[in-house]
């Protein structure tokens, strides 16, 4: 089992910046990728960014490239998603999940992001 738990949204002005962090706990964090999705009131949830179990590898939704910066840390088992120049259009609930082989994704309750025009 893996328990995840989002932190960091809040309300910010267009143009401003957010770091949202994921502290996982229950299995060995370094062994497992994670990502980030969200999901904007009357949409799908849809990805955001992900990245590998050594970090050397990361993935980005076009809409955010060049904005959103995904890392972790594995000694506090914990991945952020560093936000700038946020938008409207990036109001949302983020959630963080864990990508462990062989297990259904687990996934976090969400942070909810309001980006003010």
Same mark, same amino acid.
Request: charged fraction near 20%; charge should be positive; aromatic fraction near 12%.
């Given at each position: 089992? +893996?328990?995840?738990?989002?932190?960091?949204?809040? /309300?910010?002005?267009?143009?401003?910046?957010?770091?949202?962090?994921?502290?996982?706990?229950?299995?060995?964090?370094?062994?497992?990728?994670?990502?980030?999705?969200?999901?904007? $009131?009357?949409?799908?949830?849809?990805?955001?960014?992900?990245?590998?179990?050594?970090?050397?590898?990361?993935?980005?939704?076009?809409?955010?490239?060049?904005?959103?910066?995904?890392?972790?840390?594995?000694?506090?088992?914990? +991945?952020?998603?560093?936000?700038?120049?946020?938008? $409207?259009?990036?109001?949302?609930?983020?959630?963080?999940n864990?990508?462990? $082989? !062989?297990? $259904? /994704?687990?996934?976090?309750? !969400?942070?909810?992001?309001?980006?003010s025009?």
């Amino acid at each position: 089992q +893996v328990q995840l738990v989002e932190s960091g949204g809040g /309300l910010v002005q267009a143009g401003g910046s957010l770091r949202l962090s994921c502290a996982a706990s229950g299995r060995t964090f370094s062994s497992y990728g994670m990502g980030w999705f969200r999901q904007a $009131p009357g949409k799908e949830r849809e990805f955001v960014a992900a990245i590998s179990w050594s970090g050397g590898n990361r993935y980005y939704a076009d809409s955010v490239k060049g904005r959103f910066t995904i890392s972790r840390d594995n000694a506090k088992n914990t +991945v952020y998603l560093q936000m700038n120049s946020l938008k $409207p259009e990036d109001t949302a609930v983020y959630y963080c999940n864990a990508d462990v $082989p !062989g297990r $259904p /994704l687990y996934w976090g309750k !969400g942070t909810l992001v309001t980006v003010s025009s």
